[in-house]
């Protein structure tokens, strides 16, 4: 059974730092790109980032490019969110999701992590 | 930035016909997930690869896409059904992940 899970998520002040982590299994993770989607409190969806399978290219949404870097390390099924100088407006809940540009795969998502930007 | 447009709510009674809708400049060039969300849980993929349905959802969900318009259909719809739909594509020229703003179904 295809399962993602996020680690990580709290409370950091405005300016702080935060890493997530996702643990994956239950599928090769190695072979997959990898994304991190979020919402904000009564808002809809928002793609973070993305990561290639490989780990060799990654994307990101404007609103976190420079801020936010994606990666993983396959050895230990595990992808991960770093996220810098973070704002009152990156309070979310952030899902781990296998997805990526190529869809022919079912996507999976976690539960997703609470991370909430505040003083 | 490529843009996907959703009814904000659709509406429909018990037994009946949902089709909810997500438009975008030639979608049918791109592939469509939608997703499923009830309150307080997270999002579920219902539809991906614009028509293929994961193992455990039912047969009365199915998608088509064409043209500029991609359309998630819910046949006889029940009650759990209730929730937000969220339509989603890649869009290859900006190498981003592109979400709808969600339509909210009700079940009269």
């Known amino acids: 059974e295809v399962q993602v899970w996020e680690i990580g998520g709290g409370l950091v002040p405005p300016g702080g730092s935060l890493r997530l982590s996702c643990a994956a299994s239950?599928?090769?993770?190695?072979?997959?790109?990898m994304s991190w989607v979020r919402q904000a409190p009564g808002k809809g969806l928002e793609w973070v980032s993305t990561?290639?399978?490989?780990?060799?290219?990654?994307y990101y949404a404007d609103s976190v490019k420079g801020r936010f870097t994606i990666s993983r390390d396959t050895s230990r099924n595990r992808l991960y969110l770093q996220m810098n100088s973070l704002r009152a407006d990156d309070t979310a809940v952030f899902y781990c999701?296998?997805?990526?540009?190529?869809?022919?795969?079912?996507?999976?998502w976690g539960q997703g992590t609470l991370v909430t930007v505040s003083s | 930035s490529y843009v996907l447009t959703q009814p904000p709510s659709v509406s429909v009674a018990p037994g009946k016909t949902a089709r909810i809708t997500c438009g975008g400049n030639?979608?049918?060039?791109?592939?469509v997930q939608w997703y499923q969300q009830k309150p307080g849980q997270a999002p579920v993929v219902v539809i991906y690869?614009?028509?293929d349905r994961p193992s455990g959802i039912p047969e009365r969900f199915s998608g088509s896409n064409s043209g500029n318009t991609a359309t998630l259909t819910i046949s006889r719809v029940e009650a759990g059904d209730e929730a937000d739909y969220y339509c989603?594509?890649?869009?290859?020229?900006?190498?981003?992940?592109?979400f709808g703003g969600g339509t909210l179904l009700t079940v009269l």
């Open positions: 239950g599928f090769t993770f190695g072979t997959y790109a």
């Open positions: 990561i290639g399978a490989s780990g060799g290219r990654t």
């Open positions: 989603q594509v890649w869009d290859s020229p900006s190498d981003h992940a592109v």
């Open positions: 999701a296998k997805m990526g540009p190529v869809s022919t795969s079912t996507p999976h």
């Open positions: 690869y614009d028509s």
């Open positions: 030639n979608i049918g060039s791109k592939s």
